[in-house]
């Protein structure tokens, strides 16, 4: 396998960025979510960036184009919102990383679909040639699709989403991963320069204490099995989709508070136990894990935590990722996902308080946004640490000629 430039400079703007919730997917229940609307950040969009700069000096975001609402029908896209949100982008200095599959697909598509990968080929090629219209200069960052060892369990093991199956999560993984791969392909051809994020989450399963030997090799297995989809992309796995090596540019981790779990009876690790879980493996172990299967620069694409310990999570992610600088991964930006606040896809009035922004509902209108104070002090902590703990840029030695 190649070595890969570390020396490669970062082409985030901003260490830190926001994660703004653009879910589109077919919920539990079968209702079509749209989170962008929901969460007010369509309508507010000029205000959210000039709140995160403003707040916490952050210039790049993850945002995404809603596939199902883009789509309507088959190979006829809409871009007009897109639009309107890299308009803004534009305007006030903010840097788009785009999902172009977040989750959901149009009302007439399943990864299990004979047409899905050649279909989602296509919106890569329309994307390109849309945005490269709009901007014909400057770097774009993709996201194929987002998180497809979490999509594949929810659509094909637990009935969460579209296509509704129990059993089936190997044939959506692999139906996921096949679009993603004819994408990369299609998004290459159309702009060689276009740079890919993968968003994969990050996990570690645990045996009971005391297990045997068993079950401590199903839970090595089962956590094994969180790369599955990378290692497809990479042609490691089922090379007969496709995949190759190259297509591996930049891993994005997704990683929060219930990422740890024993495997059976199933319970969550606790992160903040005191004294502390021996059986919680820190986040820097897990990052530098990552980044030594692949050798590739990583990113935490999505980070938060629910509810009152919010800013204990901040200041403990800020830990770990200056620990994993400092024992060299080469770890590009965090991203604080979701930024503001967003109901759950089943209950919609059960909002999160997940985020950096509280959202106020009110009967007309989006969401007001309200800063909570305690998370945002944890958050320019932790802003602070990594900063504290980031390898500084070398200036160039003079040249002498004496």
């Not at 770097?139 to 659509?155: H, K, R």
């Amino acid at each position: 396998m190649p070595h890969h430039d570390h020396t490669a400079a970062s082409p985030f703007r901003s260490f830190w960025m926001a994660g703004y919730e653009c879910t589109d997917q077919l919920n539990a229940f079968g209702n079509r979510v749209d989170f962008l609307p929901l969460t007010g950040h369509l309508q507010l969009i000029e205000q959210d960036y000039q709140d995160i700069q403003r707040e916490f000096k952050i210039q790049t975001v993850r945002e995404g184009i809603r596939w199902s609402q883009i789509e309507t029908t088959p190979y006829h896209y809409d871009w007009s919102t897109v639009q309107a949100m890299l308009e803004v982008g534009q305007r006030l200095g903010v840097q788009q990383i785009w999902d172009l599959c977040h989750f959901g697909y149009p009302d007439d598509l399943t990864p299990l679909h004979p047409m899905f990968a050649r279909r989602f080929s296509a919106l890569c090629r329309a994307f390109v040639n849309f945005y490269r219209q709009q901007r014909p200069e400057g770097e774009l960052i993709v996201t194929p699709i987002n998180e497809v060892s979490f999509m594949s369990w929810l659509g094909g093991d637990v009935r969460g989403t579209s296509p509704y199956c129990v059993g089936q999560g190997w044939e959506v993984k692999r139906g996921l991963m096949r679009a993603y791969i004819e994408g990369v392909a299609a998004l290459r051809e159309a702009d060689p320069s276009i740079r890919i994020l993968t968003t994969e989450p990050l996990i570690n399963v645990v045996p009971r204490l005391g297990a045997g030997r068993a079950e401590r090799q199903r839970c090595a297995e089962f956590t094994n099995n969180q790369f599955q989809s990378v290692d497809m992309l990479a042609g490691r796995l089922c090379p007969e989709l496709g995949g190759r090596e190259e297509y591996l540019d930049m891993l994005g981790f997704n990683f929060y508070y219930d990422n740890q779990w024993q495997l059976e009876p199933h319970e969550t690790i606790g992160w903040a136990d005191t004294p502390a879980n021996p059986r919680w493996t820190p986040l820097h172990k897990l990052l530098q894990m990552a980044h030594r299967r692949y050798d590739r620069p990583v990113v935490l694409t999505e980070t938060s935590h629910p509810g009152v310990d919010r800013p204990k999570w901040w200041q403990y992610i800020g830990q770990e990722c200056a620990k994993a600088l400092q024992t060299g991964v080469p770890l590009w930006g965090v991203c604080c996902y979701p930024i503001i606040d967003r109901p759950d896809w089943d209950f919609l009035d059960n909002w999160h308080r997940s985020g950096l922004w509280d959202a106020e509902l009110r009967p007309d209108g989006p969401p007001l946004r309200i800063l909570d104070q305690p998370s945002a002090e944890a958050l320019r902590q932790a802003q602070a640490t990594v900063a504290a703990a980031r390898p500084r840029r070398q200036p160039k030695p003079e040249l002498s000629f004496s």
